[in-house]
Structure formats: structure tokens, C-alpha cells
């Protein structure tokens, strides 16, 4: 029966026999049709649709909206029409991001997203309803900034109430079917794809999802019948029976659950621990000391969390048994150094019928763990490493594609947090990084010549790991040397460059994704027609959008291969990737933000190479790109500009010069006055290196342009810290931080409702039996070591600490730049010109002002007290001297102490500092100790006989101060054998001037 559009719109608004026989019409004629989609849509058919099924959604009570259990109706044929209206829907979505426009104006997402759809009692709609949304979220990934339904706006909606119970629901649902799974599925990569920010990752955690999720990993454990030895009997004695997973089904989602879960947790310690002391984690790995000589029915002791920096190995491991031996992560091997983080280096079956597990013959025939001989000197407060860990290593040597990509993502958080032994370096670097490498390589020759206008699930797939595998390969590495070697060796600087280069091709002749077309088909002008009758924009090819993604994830990559080693950078430029890492800093369309910000991260690193910094940066002009995106728009890009340049105002740097000529020194003074504490810190990083060994005109101009108050403010004063105390004292919340102004509060962020619920209420779990409080004991253990990790994550003022010690750090590092090092190559004009700048400072600053700041920060600070729910009250914060200031300190008086016989004498009669500073000989920092015996070194130097009463003088005033005797201590008792030639030296000096 064919239908006119007027006819049609008639039986939509009919009775509800009418509808569905429109609604299955018109079905037959849109599906794969997407020109005939566009001339329907312009006919007006979408608004009626989605009445159809928002009816239920307007009303809160109706009978779709959350029936009790085994109250299940016959589908009626309102169900039918809802169900044909929502697979009409998603056929509209899935033809491009020009139908989002009609789509948002008619209210789709509202009426798809309503309890009546997501909480309905008929599996079939609630799965239709979803690939409603599922559609939805690939055409967004696709549109153009100005449609009305992007990727964060369906993130808006999505992660807030009752949307996110509607989730948990569907993730929890009371018997598995082929529909159940196929909605969590759904969900599972919704929330991998959408969670992006801190905020949705927290209202993730507090609505239960994120325990939700792992129920459902632990439920694939038990599935491979990996459960570890005697859980089932452990659970019982330790009350988690309720806790253990069903096994997860064949048609269940692996993939998807660890996407989401890597998606969910991210960087965060508190989020990742949150994993790991989920209940069903804790029932099918629980860590207790086992004979596996002895029946596995016999635990030796109770259950213990894993926590941050484990060093506590028991006898038994099972995990580990399913992988590969290595000689070389004995667990006696001791951990390796720790490296400078980034931006330092250049820049100063069981009774109920489910499988039996694996480790039940194996335990037998295999030594105990090499764990066992690792020392324990303190094991009552030591922490265990979670099973979770090996089994996520097994999990990526076992499986492929997408499954090993999400195993990774979650083991680096892991790693990243701080939950897994030191050791465990070693076998990252064995046996995942060689297997995602190997998985991005093969992949990227199966993708040449590939027909990307033709893109099916299997290609999809493909492109998705070319897009996130150096993302995640990234993340691993960065500020691990051991696992850049790995990366390094597997050949990662070869296949990341050639991606980044690949994605600069011209692109294959593409046909248009989603062929539709703007001339007028109707009697009425586009422009007048109603919103949810016009189209939008087409929006980007899924080629293009490919490129840009696959741009991003190779710069992060090259960014973190470049962080330590001079070696790697080299194969970086020999592999002529420089001319794209420089391109991709240029603003232009096809180079969005996040971009240009990874760009600017693999310049900042590539620069730490003097002799790239001289050749390959100048030869492709990089400063020019990076001088403009100073001034750009977006803050974030501002930041990442400054940071890059940081090195290439450095005086051995050809760039400096015509950086300066350009305006540069302007530029970075005004970010030096920014709101935003990373802009500062970067600015002030960048004004330091630009001012040594500059001439003596271009160091006061640039004290001018800073302003003196403003450098005597940046050096003294907390910022950020007042800031957050006034933020709090007015019952403001601090700007970009969705914290509680009381942060004993046990809230979670940017989530509203019980602020007072408990970090792991058993609510938080579907359990045949239900507790009204956690009367677990390691459910409680949990709770409190959540609640203790949580707090320090949570709170702004370690943030507000740690920005203003940057500052103040790097701000105290400008003027030691100012009076240190000179630009004249004369020894004699280089002394003149260090006085002049002293007198300068002095004459700017004010003498006793100037050493004044220097005293204060070697002073204990007290800080702003916070308001605190304590029986105690407002506790004071007391800040002891950092040593990083105090050596900046020390550092300055060095140079003060290096110029002329007056400067020297105002040191020495600057009593009280002195004496604070003979208090710091027995300092555990071997640079405080070098720093100071340099101090007394240029104190008694003696310039000509004509001070060497001055220079006596000056002897006598320290050995009265006990300088003497502590020089004689470090070069008697010191470790260091640097310290005790330095402190050999001053004594040198200084003896036969004080007698």
C-alpha cells in the first residue's frame, strides 16, 4: 500500500493501528535510502515519529516506566508503534550528521533517553531505543562544530540523571539474553567513546557504573575459568559468595566492558583503585597467602587489598603462572631509578556450576612464586600487587584487536597509579609493548588500499586501532626509560612516524559519505520550512576525521619516545617526520586543538636535543607557527605554545634572536600576569631561559615589561593558595574545580544527590541478598582505604601548593638568570656587567627588601587553614621550605657572592639568613649541600690584595656563624664524593683567611 506524505502524516497522528501501518511503510521505504530519507524529512515525518514514543516519556507513571519484577505485559500494539518508531529513528540517524539538525529540533534525544524507553520492561525497545542513541553518537563523531548534537553535547545529556540509572540498570540486568547483552554492549562502547572528561568519569564512579562494569569483566574470568584457587571457598569465609559473576555468555562484549572501564578510570588513582576493590574483583582475585602444596580449601590467612607501591609478595601467585618465565624480573631485582618527568630534562568450576579454574593443575608442578624471596622486613605494612594485573597481561598476549588496545589502556592506569610492582616494568616492556606494536603494524598493512567510502565494521575496527594504539602506546611509556627502550627496539619510531607522514597524504578520490542533495524538492523555500524539516551541515568524511585522530595519537607517541633520550630523536628526524611535527603546529582546519597541542608536546621534547634544536627545528622554521599560537584563542594551546618555547629561547639557540625581534619578551610578560597558574608557570619557565646570557639591556627590559611588583608577588606570594581560601571563604566554589567547599565531605565530584552515601556501599552492588550497611570486613577495609585515597585526589589544596611552589621556583629561577651568566664574551665586561645587574635588582627591588624575600623562603610558612568537620577544629598548615627553593636561594647568593668585594660584604652582613642557612649543611639534598659549599667558596674568595682584610673579615664572620665546623663535617662524613671535594675547597680557602 503506497502513501501520500499527507496521508501519511495522517495515520501518524491516528489511532495507534494507523501508526504502525505507517510507521512499517515508511520503514520499507527510507531503509538504505538515504535521498529518500531527505525528501521524508522535508515532508515533516520526524516530529510525529518521536511523539510517538516521548507520549510515554511525558508521563512519569505510565505503565512503560519501571514494572515490577515478573510483571512483564504483552506487547501491545502501542509497544509495536514505539518499536517501529524508534527503529525508524536510528535508520534517520544513521544516515550522516546532516539528519542530527532535524533530529535535535523534533526532541529526539529526550524522548529516547526517558525511563519509558531506557527502563522499559520489553527488551526489544529498550534496545531499539539505544541504537537510536548509538547512531546518534557515530553521526555526531562525524559532524561539524556548528551542529546542534556533537559528541560533548550527547555527553551532557547522556552522564547526568536519570540517564545514568537507566545505564546501571541496563548493566545489571537479572537474567542474560541475547538482547541484555546486545544493550550492554551498546552502552559499553557508548561510554568508551563519550567519556572524555573529569566530570563524566566521576558521575560514572558515584552512579555505580563503574562497579557494574566490573562485575561484568569479572564475569569473563569466570567464564576462562581463571578464577583463582579456592576463591569460591574464600569468598564464602570472607562473606563475597553473593559477590561472585555468573560466566559471562559467548555472545557478551569483552572489548566493550574494558573500554569502558579504561574510558571510566583514566589517570586517576582513586577511580583505579575503585576497579580493584570492586567486590566481584576482589571474589574471583582474592589475595591471601596459599600453600599450593596444600588443599586450596586452606587459606593461611584473611583477605588483603591491593594497594599503591606494592612490595609485599606472597608465597603463591597463580596469575603468574600463565605467563612467560623471565629470568630477569627475579623479584629480588631491585626497582628501577626513578627518571624526570616530562618537562625537566632540557628545562633546568566451583559448587554452583561454573567453570573450574586453570590453576588447579598447575599449581602442583610449579615452584613457588620467586615473589617468596623478595625481602620483608615490614609486612604489616607492605601491600600486595592485584591478580588483576598478570590476568590484564595474559589478556592482551591471548587475544587481539580492539580487546588488546583496552587490556593496555587499563593496565597503564594501573601501572601509572602506582598499583603494580616495580618489576612489572620489565614485563610491560616483553610482553605488551612488543604486542601492541606488532598489532598497530599489522593492522596498518592491512589497511592499504582499503576503500574508506565503504566502511563496514571489520574496517571500522581496523581504523579504530590505527587511531588509538600510539595513544595508549603514549601513555605507557611517557617517563618510563625501560619502556621507551622497549618501544624503541620494537621499531616504534619507524611505524609511528610513517603514520603521522601517511596521514599528511592526499586522499583518495572519496565519495561523499552521506549523498544527499540541497536542492529544493518541495513547493516551500528551504529556509522556511520548520527546523525538524531542514538539514544540516554533511559534515566531515570518516577518512578525514581519521587522519586528523591518527595525527593527534602519533605526535603524543613521538612527544613521549622523545622525552629522555638523545638516540631516539635522532631515528625521529632520520625518519623526516620533523617537516609534519612542524605542520601540524600550524593553525589551519584540518590541524583542530588538540592537534596543535600535541604538536607543540613533540617540538617541547625534540628541543631537549641541542643539536636538533640548532638544525632540524631552524631548518623548518618552527618558531614562526609556535610564535603565533602565543596569541591563539583556546588557553590550552597557550599553554602548550609557551611550554615549546621554553628551549628555543635558550641563548645557544639560532631562534632566540629573531623571537625577540618578533615581540616575543612582550608576550610572555603579559602570560606571566595570566589567571591561569600553567600559563604563568610556563611563562615565567620561558622569561628565565630567555634572560641568560642575554645582554644587560635586553634583562632590564624585561624586569620592566614584567613590572617589579608583580616579580616580588609571583616569588612571595601563594596565589593560588589565597585564591582557593578566599574561593572557600565566601562559599564560592574555586574556578574549573567542581570540589565541595568542605572537602571532609564524602561526595563525589560534579555528581548531585546523597552527598553523605558511602564510598562502597553495598547498594553500590545487586546481590541476592541485601545489606542495609557494609558488614563485610573487607568490604569496610575497602571503604576506609577509598576514603583515604580519594580525600588528597579530590582536594584543590595540593594543586593550589604544588602551582604556587612552581612560580615561586621558577621566579627565584629568573633572577638568579638575571645576575648569572653574561653575554659579553670578555671576562671583564661579563664581572661588570653581573654588578650592574646586582646594583640594577638592588636599586629595583630595594636592597633590604631584596634579601628580605630571600630569607622568607627558607622561613617554615604557616598557611591558610581550611575549614575541616574535625573534633579539632581549623588545624594550621604548616609549609616547610622546599628544596628546590632553598637551592634556588643559595644559587642566588652564589652569584651575588661572584661579583665584587662590596656585594660579598653585603652577603656576610646579612646575619639572620646566614644563620638559617648554616642549619642546612645536614640536608638530605646532595644540591643543597654542593650549593652551599659553593656559597662559602665565593664568600672568601679573595679578588687582589687589596681586599684581603675585607676577605679576613668575611672568614671570621662565617667561622663565628659555625660555617667552619659544618665544612669540616660534610668533608669528613659526607656520601658524596662531589660534596666533600666541594667542601675541601672552601675549606681551602677559607682556613688561612679566618686565622
Not at 638544525?615 to 591563539?632: C, G, I, K, N, W
Not at 665544612?967 to 682556613?991: F, H, N, P
Amino acid at each position: 500500500m503506497a502513501l501520500d506524505p499527507q496521508s501519511l502524516l495522517v495515520k501518524l497522528n491516528a489511532r495507534t493501528r494507523d501508526k504502525v501501518t505507517a510507521l512499517r511503510f515508511l520503514k520499507n521505504e527510507v531503509v538504505g535510502h538515504v535521498q529518500k530519507k531527505e525528501q521524508w524529512v522535508r515532508h515533516g515525518v520526524i516530529r510525529p515519529i518521536v511523539n510517538i514514543i516521548a507520549s510515554d516519556a511525558l508521563e512519569p507513571d505510565s505503565k512503560g516506566t519501571q514494572p515490577p519484577f515478573l510483571t512483564l505485559r504483552a506487547f501491545t500494539d502501542e509497544d509495536s508503534a514505539k518499536l517501529q518508531a524508534l527503529q525508524l529513528l536510528a535508520s534517520f540517524a544513521n544516515a550522516g550528521p546532516a539528519f542530527l539538525a532535524p533530529l535535535y529540533a523534533a526532541g529526539v534525544l529526550p524522548a529516547v533517553l526517558s525511563p519509558a524507553c531506557l527502563q522499559n520492561e520489553h527488551h526489544q525497545i529498550v534496545l531499539a531505543a539505544l541504537r537510536v542513541v548509538r547512531d546518534v553518537a557515530g553521526a555526531a563523531a562525524f559532524a561539524s562544530p556548528s551542529s546542534p548534537i556533537t559528541s560533548s553535547f550527547l555527553a551532557d545529556i547522556l552522564f547526568t540523571s536519570p540517564t545514568l540509572e537507566s545505564i546501571y540498570q541496563i548493566l545489571t540486568p537479572k537474567a542474560s539474553n541475547p538482547d541484555s547483552e546486545a544493550q550492554i554492549s551498546i552502552v559499553a562502547h557508548l561510554i568508551k567513546s563519550l567519556c572524555r572528561e573529569e566530570r563524566y568519569q566521576a558521575a560514572l564512579v558515584s552512579s555505580r557504573i563503574l562497579d557494574a562494569l566490573a562485575t561484568r569483566l569479572a564475569s569473563f574470568v569466570v567464564a576462562n575459568g581463571q578464577v583463582l584457587p579456592g576463591a569460591d571457598i574464600i569468598s564464602r569465609l570472607e562473606g563475597l559468595e553473593d559477590y561472585m559473576p555468573e560466566p559471562a555468555t559467548s555472545t557478551s562484549s569483552l572489548d566493550g566492558v574494558l573500554g569502558a572501564i579504561a574510558a571510566i578510570i583514566g589517570d586517576s588513582p582513586y577511580r583505579t583503585c575503585k576497579l580493584l576493590y570492586s567486590p566481584s574483583i576482589l571474589a574471583v582475585f582474592p589475595i591471601v597467602d596459599t600453600d599450593p602444596t596444600k588443599s586450596t580449601k586452606s587459606p593461611s590467612g584473611p583477605v588483603e587489598l591491593p594497594g599503591i607501591g606494592p612490595t609485599k609478595h606472597i608465597d603463591f601467585e597463580p596469575v603468574d603462572l600463565l605467563l612467560p618465565y623471565m629470568l630477569a624480573q627475579s623479584r629480588g631485582h631491585p626497582d628501577h631509578a626513578s627518571f624526570p618527568s616530562y618537562g625537566t630534562v632540557r628545562e633546568n568450576a566451583t559448587p554452583n556450576g561454573r567453570p573450574a579454574s586453570k590453576f588447579q593443575s598447575a599449581a602442583a608442578s610449579r615452584t613457588p612464586s620467586e615473589d617468596a624471596f623478595a625481602p620483608n622486613n615490614d609486612t604489616d605494612f607492605e601491600k600486595v600487587e592485584s591478580p588483576l594485573i598478570p590476568w590484564l597481561i595474559t589478556l592482551v598476549r591471548s587475544r587481539s584487536g580492539n580487546e588488546v588496545l583496552m587490556a593496555t589502556s587499563i593496565l597503564t592506569s594501573l601501572f601509572k597509579a602506582g598499583f603494580s610492582y616495580k618489576t612489572r616494568e620489565a614485563s610491560l616492556g616483553l610482553l605488551v609493548v612488543p604486542v601492541l606494536l606488532s598489532i598497530l603494524n599489522e593492522v596498518e598493512t592491512k589497511m592499504r588500499g582499503v576503500d574508506y567510502s565503504n566502511c563496514d565494521r571489520d574496517t571500522a575496527s581496523m581504523l579504530n586501532i590505527i587511531e588509538e594504539a600510539p595513544a595508549i602506546l603514549a601513555r605507557l611509556i611517557t617517563d618510563s626509560e625501560p619502556l621507551q627502550k622497549a618501544a624503541f627496539d620494537c621499531g616504534a619510531v619507524r611505524t609511528v612516524c610513517k603514520l603521522l607522514k601517511d596521514s599528511y597524504d592526499v586522499p583518495p578520490p572519496l565519495a561523499k559519505s552521506w549523498t544527499w542533495s540541497t536542492h529544493n524538492k518541495s513547493p516551500g523555500s528551504p529556509s522556511r520550512l520548520p527546523p525538524e524539516c531542514r538539514l544540516g551541515e554533511e559534515g566531515e568524511h570518516r577518512y578525514l576525521v581519521h587522519r586528523v585522530k591518527v595525527r593527534e595519537s602519533t605526535l603524543r607517541a613521538i612527544g613521549a619516545l622523545a622525552t629522555f633520550k638523545d638516540e631516539y630523536r635522532k631515528a625521529i628526524v632520520d625518519q623526516e617526520a620533523i617537516h609534519y611535527i612542524v605542520e601540524s603546529v600550524a593553525q589551519n582546519p584540518g590541524n583542530p586543538i588538540p592537534v596543535v597541542i600535541a604538536a607543540c608536546y613533540a617540538v617541547r621534547t625534540l628541543s631537549r636535543s641541542v643539536n636538533i634544536l640548532r638544525t632540524a627545528l631552524v631548518d623548518h622554521a618552527v618558531s614562526m607557527p609556535l610564535f603565533e599560537l602565543l596569541r591563539h584563542h583556546d588557553i590550552e594551546v597557550q599553554v602548550a605554545a609557551t611550554a615549546a618555547v621554553c628551549n628555543l629561547v635558550m641563548d645557544f639557540s639560532p631562534m632566540r634572536e629573531p623571537l625577540v625581534e618578533a615581540g616575543i619578551l612582550g608576550i610572555l610578560c603579559e602570560h606571566a600576569h595570566s589567571h591561569n597558574p600553567s600559563l604563568r608557570l610556563n611563562a615565567l619557565w620561558a622569561l628565565k631561559n630567555l634572560v641568560h646570557s642575554s645582554s644587560v639591556d635586553l634583562k632590564k627590559r624585561c624586569v620592566e615589561e614584567l613590572e617589579s611588583g608583580w616579580l616580588v608577588q609571583l616569588i612571595c606570594d601563594d596565589t593560588e593558595d589565597d585564591a582557593l581560601f578566599l574561593a572557600n571563604s565566601r562559599g564560592d566554589r574555586p574556578a574549573s574545580r567542581d570540589i565541595p567547599d568542605d572537602m571532609d565531605e564524602d561526595v563525589d565530584m560534579g555528581l548531585p544527590g546523597d552527598h553523605n552515601r558511602s564510598v562502597l556501599s553495598t547498594a553500590f552492588y545487586k546481590t541476592p541478598t541485601t545489606r542495609a550497611q557494609p558488614d563485610v570486613r573487607i568490604i569496610r577495609l575497602a571503604e576506609m582505604e577509598l576514603g583515604a585515597l580519594r580525600a588528597p585526589e579530590l582536594d584543590p589544596i595540593p594543586k593550589a601548593r604544588h602551582d604556587d611552589l612552581g612560580i615561586q621556583e621558577q621566579g627565584l629561577g629568573f633572577i638568579r638568570n638575571l645576575i648569572g651568566g653574561a653575554h659579553s664574551s670578555s671576562s671583564a665586561d661579563s664581572a661588570n656587567e653581573t654588578t650592574e645587574m646586582i646594583d640594577y635588582l638592588f636599586n629595583t627591588l630595594g636592597q633590604d627588601r631584596f634579601f628580605g624575600i630571600l630569607a622568607s623562603k627558607l622561613r617554615v610558612k604557616v598557611l591558610h587553614p581550611y575549614r575541616r568537620r574535625s573534633p579539632t577544629g581549623n588545624k594550621a598548615r604548616v609549609l616547610q621550605p622546599q628544596t628546590k627553593i632553598i637551592e634556588s636561594v643559595i644559587y642566588i647568593l652564589v652569584h651575588i657572592a661572584a661579583s665584587i668585594p662590596r656585594h660579598r660584604q653585603l652577603v656576610v652582613s646579612q646575619t639572620e639568613l646566614l644563620k638559617k642557612l648554616a642549619k642546612l649543611f645536614n640536608s638530605k639534598d646532595r644540591e643543597v649541600r654542593v650549593a652551599l659549599c659553593h656559597l662559602i667558596n665565593n664568600l672568601t674568595w679573595l679578588d687582589n690584595a687589596s681586599d684581603g682584610p675585607g676577605c679576613s673579615q668575611r672568614a671570621l664572620e662565617l667561622k663565628k656563624l659555625g660555617f667552619l665546623s659544618k665544612l669540616e663535617a660534610l668533608r669528613e662524613g659526607d656520601d658524596e664524593i662531589d660534596v666533600r671535594e666541594r667542601a675541601k675547597s672552601a675549606l681551602w680557602q677559607m682556613k688561612p683567611a679566618a686565622y
